[in-house]
C-alpha cells in the first residue's frame, strides 16, 4: 500500500516570492508521483510527474519538483508565484507492475498569494 | 494529452430519486475508468475502478448497491447514484489513462447536489 501527506493545509506567499508545498510518500515498491492543481469547481490538471528517470522534474507554469529516496519526499517548488498560482494542489502517488492502477492523493494544500 | 468528458457538469436532484453521471473518453479507448468522490475542501478518494465488460471493484466502505457502475463500451463509464441523500452530495471526478504509462486524465468532474 502507498500512501502521500501533504504538510500545511494552507500555504500563503506573497506575489514574486517562492513556492514550496511538501509532499512525503510512503510506498513499498518504487513509486511514480504526481502533482496536480485544482481550480474551483474543476477537474485535475497535471503538473508534472516522476516515473523513475531523472530526480528533477520540471512541469508546466514554471513548477518543478526533485525526487529525493532518501527523504521520502517530492516536494514542489516554484521560484516566483503568480496571482494566477492560486489553486489547491494535491499530491499522489502510484506504483508500477501488471495493470494500471489509481491514484492515491494527498489532502491537498491550498495555496494563496497575496499581492 | 487525452481528453475525458463528464456529463452532466452540475445536476442538482431531490432525495430519494437516481442520478446518473456520464463520463466519456474522447480519443482513446479506455479499458479502465476510476471514479472518485471529492467532498467540500478534502481531497480525492478512490470509490471504484470500472472495467469495459466486468464488474466495477469498488472501494471499501462504497456501497455497490448505491454507486452503480457500468462501462459498457471503450469509451464511456457511466456512474448512477441510486435513491441519492444529501450526504451524496458531492464532487465526483473520473479519470483513466492515457496511451503513456501511468499518467491519469481527469474528466471535469460533476457537482451533485441532493436536496
Known amino acids: 500500500a502507498q500512501s502521500v501527506t501533504q504538510l500545511g493545509s494552507h500555504v500563503s506567499v506573497s506575489e514574486g516570492a517562492l513556492v514550496l508545498l511538501r509532499c512525503n510518500y510512503s510506498?513499498?515498491?518504487?513509486?511514480?508521483l504526481f502533482w496536480y492543481v485544482q481550480y474551483p469547481n474543476q477537474g485535475l490538471q497535471l503538473l508534472l510527474k516522476?516515473?523513475?528517470?531523472?530526480?528533477l522534474v520540471k512541469g508546466i507554469n514554471g513548477f518543478e519538483a526533485e525526487f529525493k529516496k532518501s527523504e521520502t519526499s517530492f516536494h514542489l517548488t516554484k521560484p516566483s508565484a503568480h496571482m494566477s498560482d492560486a489553486a489547491e494542489y494535491f499530491c499522489?502517488?502510484?506504483?508500477?507492475?501488471?495493470?494500471?492502477?489509481?491514484?492515491?492523493f494527498g489532502s491537498g494544500t491550498r495555496l494563496q498569494v497575496q499581492p | 494529452g487525452a481528453v475525458v468528458s463528464q456529463h452532466p457538469s452540475w445536476v442538482i436532484c431531490k432525495s430519494g430519486t437516481s442520478v446518473k453521471i456520464e463520463c466519456r473518453s474522447l480519443?482513446?479507448?479506455?479499458?479502465?475508468m476510476f471514479w472518485y468522490r471529492q467532498f467540500p475542501k478534502q481531497s480525492l478518494m478512490l470509490m471504484a475502478t470500472?472495467?469495459?465488460?466486468?464488474?466495477?471493484?469498488?472501494e471499501q466502505g462504497v456501497e455497490k448497491d448505491k454507486f452503480l457502475i457500468n462501462h459498457a463500451s471503450l469509451t464511456l463509464s457511466t456512474l448512477t447514484v441510486t435513491s441519492a441523500h444529501p450526504e451524496d452530495s458531492s464532487f465526483y471526478i473520473c479519470?483513466?489513462?492515457?496511451?503513456?504509462?501511468?499518467?491519469?486524465?481527469f474528466g471535469p468532474g460533476t457537482r451533485l447536489t441532493v436536496t
Open positions: 499522489a502517488v502510484t506504483t508500477g507492475g501488471t495493470g494500471r492502477r489509481a491514484l492515491t
Open positions: 510506498s513499498s515498491v518504487p513509486p511514480y
Open positions: 516522476y516515473t523513475s528517470a531523472a530526480t
Open positions: 480519443d482513446f479507448q479506455a479499458t479502465t
Open positions: 470500472s472495467n469495459e465488460g466486468s464488474k466495477a471493484t469498488y
Open positions: 479519470s483513466t489513462y492515457g496511451r503513456s504509462s501511468y499518467e491519469q486524465y
